[in-house]
């Protein structure tokens, strides 16, 4: 059996070990070995080999490396070109949102516990940020804030600028882990946004905080960034869980 240079002796495994086959799906072997190999950049040229060589490689049919070429689609490691081939792309962590965002309502992860790892994350991100920013994003957080001063903007339009006024402050965190993990709760970080705005006196409230911040971040003040970051998200979070202690009120009365 040949195979490329680089990929080790683990094929050999494919046939040899029946009992570990039986415990994971062979398909899904095929995916591990080759994200492995994505991820250790076995393919410089960016492109997986052919079905054909892949099937000989690992010593399977070409029918389990289409089913191990689609998982490894769905994790967003390759995408395939219709006569052309697979070529490896790199996840976008924002696509992970709504994976997250299920996670945390099938754990019943609290509104409480958002607030908290938003706390941990963004008071980081304004520290970082007020040592890094620069005019273009001071630019886009004003946009932001002027469009969240518009009374008449709608409910999906205002969480939609008020999240990109706090990705806008992980970027010039010039941390990109930081960017991602943030991007990746961006479905769970707009549903409390959404809550917390329903409280009365919350808009006004964010805008005046969003308004501290960006204030803070002008000083290049890394400390008073954070606090005024720790300080609108802790108010927020105040609302959110008053917005739900209303409303089991209501219920509880009706």
Known sequence: MSRPAGTGKREGCWRENESACKKINLYEQIADALEADIIARRYEDGRLPSEFHLAEQFNVSRTIIREAMKLLRERDLIDSKVGSGAYITKPEAQYLSGAVARIVRTNYISYAEIYDVRSI??????????????????????????????????????????????????????????????????????????????????????????????????????????????????????????????????SAES
């Not at 804030?145 to 992980?170: C, G, M, N, Q």
């Open 121 to 250: 994350l963004e008071r980081e991100a304004a520290q970082k940020a007020a040592l890094y920013i620069q005019e273009p994003e001071f630019v886009q957080m004003e946009s932001c804030l002027a469009k969240l001063k518009d009374y008449s903007l709608t409910p999906e339009a205002r969480r939609e600028y008020d999240f990109a006024f706090h990705l806008a402050i992980a970027r010039a965190s010039r941390n990109n882990l930081l960017v991602m993990l943030i991007e990746a709760m961006s479905t769970t970080i707009k549903d409390v946004i959404d809550f917390s705005s329903l409280v009365e006196g919350s808009i006004d409230d964010g805008i005046h905080r969003h308004g501290l911040i960006l204030r803070a971040l002008r000083e290049h003040d890394p400390i008073l960034a954070g606090h005024m970051m720790y300080d609108h998200i802790y108010h927020s979070k105040q609302k959110c869980l008053q917005y739900f202690e209303e409303q089991n009120r209501c």
